[in-house]
């Protein structure tokens, strides 16, 4: 599992990877793909009423999931995952919404090792999830949205597993080319006395454009709508564009 102290002693850059929680059109047993291929973080993505920030294709994965299933749905994943000797760490990406399950379910934390809130700036909603996951001992995780705003940044210096950094404008989904601005923001973060991994994402497609992050800072990448097209595709497709993602990181 990788934990924060170890990615940042240098060891591997990490590889995070989107898995949709309750898709109907992608199995559980394709996590096996995912371990098998090196992903280090399984970014589990729990549905939302307003995936605000994320591209169709993540839209329409949360709109097939029935969250009144989270519970059954996370343990399915979790159990698949423990089979693994090198069991990818469990990262729950989630919006903030007043309904959200983590609020009334004590249990719903259980098997996780990190969790990581998009919100709007200092939303209320964001601290009562952080801190409720935190007393079940998931560490915090935190999403840096563009523009950078102070709260980020502050949220930023407090992540124990890793920052996300949105490295795109827009919404989520593959681009052409990584943003060569991602090395300042890197820079300024660091600057800004974050110590924590910080992990580019938005666009990121390929093992030349997770390499091209690691090259402008990046502690590695977190891929999202590349990896759900890739599942929804199949086995054979999505364990071709992990190992491209894993070797493109390793170099």
């Known amino acids: 599992m990788v934990k924060h102290g170890a990615v ?8 995070s990877c989107y898995f949709p929680l309750g898709d109907p059109l992608v199995p559980v047993e394709l996590i096996d793909v995912y371990a098998g291929e090196g992903v280090d973080v399984i970014e589990i993505g729990l549905a939302s009423p307003d995936p605000y920030l994320d591209g169709p ?31 990818p760490a469990a990262l729950l990406m989630t919006y903030a919404d007043e ?13 996780l090792d990190s969790l990581l809130v998009v919100a709007l700036e200092a939303d209320p909603l964001r601290q009562t999830l952080e801190a409720t996951a935190g007393l079940a001992g998931l560490e915090r995780s935190a999403f840096v949205a563009l523009p950078i705003g102070k709260d980020a940044v502050e949220a930023a210096r407090r992540a124990e597993f890793y920052v996300m950094l ?6 989520t989904g593959p681009r052409a080319a990584v943003d060569p601005g991602n ?33 402008l800072g990046g502690s590695g990448v977190v891929v999202g709508s590349e990896a759900l097209r890739a599942a929804l595709s199949g086995p054979t497709r999505l364990a071709g564009l992990l190992g491209d993602l894993r070797r493109g990181l390793d170099g």
């Open 8 to 15: 940042a002693a240098g060891k591997t850059p990490v590889l």
């Open 57 to 87: 294709a993540v839209r329409q994965s949360m709109a097939r999931a029935d969250r009144s299933r989270a519970r059954r749905d996370l343990d399915l994943l979790l159990a698949r995952l423990s089979r693994h000797r090198l069991r």
């Open 99 to 111: 309904d959200h399950p983590g609020l009334v379910d004590e249990d719903f934390w259980n098997g």
């Open 166 to 171: 949105q490295a795109a404008a827009g919404v």
């Open 183 to 215: 090395a300042e923001r890197i820079a300024g973060l660091r600057r800004a006395g974050v110590a924590a991994p910080i992990l580019p994402g938005f666009g990121i497609s390929s093992g030349e454009q997770a390499r091209a992050m690691v090259e």
